[in-house]
């Protein structure tokens, strides 16, 4: 088949600026798609974390003008290649906007911390991503890379669509382009006041109820899902889950009547990234055929890592995550006492809501011995606390897609998951019948309960104690799965053809 042109907008990518899963997959997906023999590019703000990144940066001759509102505001486009490719990427060079992630002064991209601790959203973040998006399409013809789609990505990027079709299109450099919104995270949908309308230059007739506004303000998720010409999120399950009340956010009538265009994809897993037989953060690589005689140093380190006394017999329950309720964090800490009880230790590591890092503080200074605590991120920690646990933790209240528990899989460490989103995709429950099936894989459970999360922990631990051999079935199902980037890639490049014809 023809080769494709895809240009990839997003707010952050690995490598040079992340805060999560949009992140991985806006640097994974077109160095996949790449492999595949298509022309990929991506741009994104030129943000402070990209300006003093390791990843070198240079400048383009390009300045391009970008209207916001009643102003025309130059900006340069710099570009760099995303790393182990030759994949280019495009920033936005503006400083008013981007140049302020800080994360020793409590900056981060999208939000800030305030005097009494709490994080408040940027008051200008409307104005920083209409900018963009609009940048976005001024820096296409600028640097000669013309797509045939433009692949939008969550709600800073939502108006990208809504530019395509009612403002660029007459002109011949974008009329036959199309365009691909992904749906990362429904709850998060960039939700402004009516006054914004005048900064994005769009006409006031598409502020409405159809189209542009949602309860009297202007929603750019929105904007994406209504104007792109095929929308997806990223797991199948949560494409079915997001026109429903209960996962929807207020949006289940909008999905509902765009299903003809709304479709699931599961993300894939970065394998040169996110595998035990060649990760240098681990003191012993292993394999599926070595991953019981060489997946023990990890756990010793592991509980030596977080001061805990090293114990091949106790079994270590890992969890890596935003410390959100989102997560499953209330259901953890309900929990834990019990996992205590039963002879586990417990360790953590993210940060999040100042209500969680306080919890596990105090919860750790009451069992030293037993808990270990990481409040921050730590990418080569990340990747010791899956290969070192025994089981992995992802309770989560909703879960999009989800990554680390497709990262539990390689790394041999069964994840214990909520059956809900990606989460319900990708893992198949280690039940009687799945084990003697061989097809289990992981734990999972459905009621949204703190006593659901104990008794399938209580279930994995038997298992892992009393029936060692279907242990290690389960641990061998799930290091042989394959979640590779390369899979998911191709189901995008038949939904991009699609979208073109």
């Not at 402070?48 to 391009?64: D, L, M």
């Not at 159809?210 to 797991?235: C, R």
Request: net charge neutral; with cysteine.
């Amino acid at each position: 088949m023809s080769s494709l042109r895809i240009l990839v907008a997003a707010s952050e990518v690995a490598g040079f600026a992340k805060t999560g899963g949009l992140a991985d997959v806006a640097a994974a997906l077109p160095r996949a798609l790449a492999r595949r023999g298509h022309q990929v590019a991506v741009v994104m703000p030129y943000h402070r974390a990209v300006r003093f990144g390791r990843q070198e940066v240079t400048p383009t001759p390009h300045v391009i003008n970008v209207p916001v509102g009643n102003r025309l505001l130059a900006c340069r486009v710099m570009q760099s290649t995303l790393p182990k490719s030759d994949v280019p990427i495009f920033f936005i060079d503006a400083p008013e906007y981007f140049d302020r992630d800080d994360a020793v002064a409590g900056r981060g991209l999208y939000q800030q911390t305030m005097p009494g601790g709490y994080k408040a959203d940027y008051p200008d973040n409307a104005e920083r991503f209409t900018f963009f998006s609009r940048a976005v399409m001024e820096a296409i013809p600028a640097v000669g890379f013309i797509p045939q789609v433009i692949h939008a990505n969550d709600w800073q990027t939502g108006l990208l669509p809504v530019y395509v079709s009612e403002m660029m299109r007459v002109w011949p450099t974008y009329a036959r382009m199309r365009s691909l919104f992904t749906i990362h995270n429904i709850a998060y949908q960039g939700m402004f006041n009516r006054g914004v309308l005048e900064l994005t230059g769009l006409p006031g007739y598409l502020f409405n109820h159809a189209q542009l506004e949602f309860h009297g303000h202007l929603n750019f998720l929105k904007a994406g899902v209504v104007f792109a010409d095929a929308v997806n999120t990223v797991s199948p399950t949560y494409a079915r889950e997001v026109t429903t009340a209960e996962y929807g956010c207020g949006l289940e009538g909008l999905l509902i009547q765009n299903r003809h265009k709304l479709s699931g994809i599961v993300n894939g897993v970065d394998y040169g990234e996110w595998d035990p037989a060649h990760d240098p953060n681990l003191p012993e690589k292993y394999d599926v055929d070595s991953v019981f005689v060489h997946k023990p140093a990890s756990k010793a380190a592991l509980q030596k890592e977080y001061g805990l006394p090293v114990d091949p017999t106790r079994p270590v329950l890992g969890l890596v995550a935003r410390l959100v309720s989102q997560k499953g964090l209330d259901l953890v800490m309900s929990a834990a006492p019990g996992f205590l009880d039963l002879g586990c230790q417990l360790v953590f590591l993210g940060e999040g809501d100042r209500e969680f890092h306080d919890q596990l503080q105090s919860f750790r200074d009451k069992h030293p011995q037993q808990v270990g605590i990481y409040l921050g991120f730590h990418e080569p920690l990340a990747h010791l606390v899956e290969a070192g646990s025994d089981l992995f933790l992802m309770p989560s209240r909703y879960e999009p897609s989800g990554l680390n528990q497709l990262y539990s899989l390689r790394y041999g460490t069964p994840p214990v998951v909520r059956a809900t989103g990606g989460l319900a995709d990708t893992i198949v429950n280690a039940s009687e019948e799945n084990i003697k099936a061989g097809v289990g894989t992981g734990f999972s459970f459905i009621d949204y309960t703190a006593h659901a999360l104990y008794e399938t922990v209580k279930w994995a631990l038997t298992l892992y104690r009393t029936r060692p051999d279907d242990f290690r079935s389960v641990v061998r199902t799930a290091m042989r799965q394959d979640w590779s980037w390369d899979r998911s890639a191709e189901r995008y490049e038949d939904l991009y053809r699609k979208v073109l014809s």
